[in-house]
């Protein structure tokens, strides 16, 4: 899915802008414990077209330094992760010189970037035109937002430059791998420990040094990309406010990107409610994980620790039970060769299908020891089930009345599947449909 980030000084009207074209469309597919979605992200939907806009910004902050400052960060992560950014300036006010800087910033990428006007009151009427042409972003394109004005013309234009279908067929054979979790968990020890080297790469743009997100390597035939989330805070000039909203932002875009998840947790402080969160959201979004506990070296070991230890983890995310749980150092190195044979094995799992057939005895056998829920007389039949997707595996159930379907016996359902065809590390998604 494209994801389209919005970047503009605070109140030129992005959340307003956000909410339009969201709408109440925000949905939650299932309650994980610990997860609770804010409107920095959310999924909209035009023309038959699916993506993900995300609001970059949202702090009032009080010194121009330090706007300037939030801003050029938020311009950065959109360009990191955005396929389109949305660049809004404020008609009202006319242009400042942040946005004149920022306008500077995004023209040195090449991303598609978008300039919007907001706040255009007697709409289509734009006042001082050429203005916002100097910004050297190509047209303005008029929006009043509170009034829900000149948006399906920016929308039709936003969709436009999503990438070609094509696009992911070079990046087919490569397989993304996200490294997650609270800061100091030692992401970036473990991103290096993988790529057995020191990764320091410097943009060239002056006075700005950052990490790249994505490193592709390669070990044997197989082809990797590893996602880091650790760069930005390290940074250290951004409000202590606004950090919590891009490591959620850097997070949630990682996420979604990858083919497999390693979810970081400190071996010393066990999970914590941050990686509760972190391994939620990798969760709803559907995605292959391995649970990985991190700085084992400094646990003294008795008979059992790795077990006990393995049970606890897997109960405090409950929610995520179906994932691998490995123990390593990322500082000696104990164990770490393992995990791409791990990531493969994960994908192998999210990837598979199961023939219609074997899956039918396996739900007739299903039925046949518990039986499916009754409400008020009426007991739910199932009549058949298919896979119809992967990453996440996607079964379809075809039911006499969906109404009459309880969790607890999709649960019942998904462990039994489980436990015939493995599944190990992915979720499992069910949809169920009313055959007359
Ligand atoms: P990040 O914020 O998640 O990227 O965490 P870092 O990789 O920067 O690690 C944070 C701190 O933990 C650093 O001081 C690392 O040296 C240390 N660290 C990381 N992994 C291990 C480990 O396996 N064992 C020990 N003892 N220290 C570790």
Not at 225 to 237: C, N, P, S, Y
Not at 273 to 302: C, F, M, P, R
Not at 372 to 379: A, C, I, L, T, V
Not at 386 to 396: D, I, S
Request: with cysteine.
């Amino acid at each position: 899915k494209p994801l389209v980030a919005i970047v503009g000084r605070p109140n030129v009207g992005k959340s307003t802008f956000f909410n339009r074209i969201v709408g109440k469309r925000v949905s939650i597919v299932e309650d994980t414990p610990g997860v609770t979605r804010d409107r920095i992200y959310a999924d909209a939907e035009w023309l038959n077209y699916h993506f993900t806009l995300v609001d970059t910004g949202g702090i009032d902050l009080a010194s121009e330094d330090v706007l300037l400052s939030q801003m050029r960060a938020q311009a950065q992560i959109a360009i990191d992760t955005a396929d389109v950014i949305l660049f809004m300036v404020d008609a009202k006010q006319g242009l400042t010189a942040a946005d004149e800087e920022v306008a500077d910033f995004l023209r040195r990428f090449k991303k598609r970037v978008i300039l919007i006007v907001n706040k255009v009151d007697n709409y289509p009427k734009l006042d001082n035109y050429y203005d916002f042409y100097a910004l050297g972003l190509g047209d303005p394109w008029a929006v009043s937002a509170g009034q829900a004005l000149g948006l399906g013309d920016v929308l039709d234009e936003i969709v436009s430059h999503f990438p070609e279908e094509s696009r992911g067929d070079e990046e087919e054979d490569i397989l993304h791998i996200a490294v997650v979790g609270k800061p100091n968990v030692g992401k970036s020890s473990l991103v290096n420990t993988i790529l057995r080297e020191e990764r320091v790469i410097v943009s060239d743009i002056p006075g700005t040094t950052r990490d790249a997100i994505d490193t592709p390597f390669q070990e044997g035939e197989d082809r990797y990309t590893i996602i880091d989330t650790a760069g930005l805070r390290k940074r250290g000039r951004i409000e202590d406010e606004s950090i919590e909203r891009y490591s959620v932002i850097r997070t949630l875009t990682a996420i979604r990107r990858c083919d497999v998840a390693l979810v970081l947790v400190d071996a010393q402080q066990g999970v914590t409610e941050q990686d509760t969160k972190i391994a939620g959201y990798v969760h709803e979004e559907g995605k292959s994980s391995i649970i990985i506990v991190n700085k084992w070296d400094l646990i003294e070991k008795q008979t059992n620790t790795m077990e006990k230890m393995r049970k606890q983890v897997l109960s405090d995310l409950s929610f995520m039970d179906y994932s691998p749980v490995h123990f390593i150092s990322a500082k000696t190195g104990q164990r770490t060769q393992k995990i791409l044979d791990m990531v493969k094995a994960n994908y192998a799992e999210a990837t598979k299908r199961i023939p219609t057939g074997l899956l039918n005895d396996a739900l007739g056998d299903a039925t046949a020891a518990i039986q499916p829920p009754s409400d008020k007389g009426r007991r739910l039949r199932i009549y058949y089930m298919t896979q119809v997707g992967v990453k996440p595996p996607h079964f379809v159930l075809f039911v006499n009345d969906p109404e009459l379907m309880h969790f607890s016996y999709l649960r019942y359902l998904e462990n039994y599947l489980r436990k015939t065809f493995g599944f190990s590390g992915t979720p499992i998604k069910f949809s169920l449909r009313a055959r007359g």
